[in-house]
Nanobody, 113 residues
Framework: QVQVVESGGGLVRAGESLRLSCAASGSIFRGMGWYRQAPGKQRELVAR???????YYADSAQGRFTISRDNAKNTVYLQMNSLKPEDTAVYLC?????????WGRGTQVTVSS
């Protein structure tokens, strides 16, 4: 069984930064990434990274967020800079494996104006 655990969320002011971490246990991961879900909104992909290091960012994250991974630790990071109130959401990490996708429970990010 694969376990995915996020950490690093919190309450910050607009313009500040946060770094989220996501640690996964188990098998080799083809890719990992972050989604977010705000109240009343659909879950949206924020960023993802493949095992080879290729990255993808949503338009809303491009230029402000950076995703990286430590393959040895099966850990993915999301550095979020210049945070905006509209970034407020629960951020959920996933790990894509040959057995399917496994999700964490999420970490709350709240950005005050």
């Amino acid at each position: 069984q694969v376990q995915v655990v996020e950490s690093g969320g919190g309450l910050v002011r607009a313009g500040e930064s946060l770094r989220l971490s996501c640690a996964a246990s188990g098998s080799i991961f083809r890719g990992m990434g972050w989604y977010r879900q705000a109240p009343g909104k659909q879950r949206e992909l924020v960023a993802r990274i493949t095992s080879g290091g290729s990255t993808y960012y949503a338009d809303s994250a491009q230029g402000r967020f950076t995703i990286s991974r430590d393959n040895a630790k099966n850990t993915v990071y999301l550095q979020m800079n210049s945070l905006k109130p509209e970034d407020t959401a629960v951020y959920l990490c996933y790990a894509d494996t040959q057995l399917g996708a496994f999700w964490g429970r999420g970490t709350q990010v709240t950005v005050s104006s």
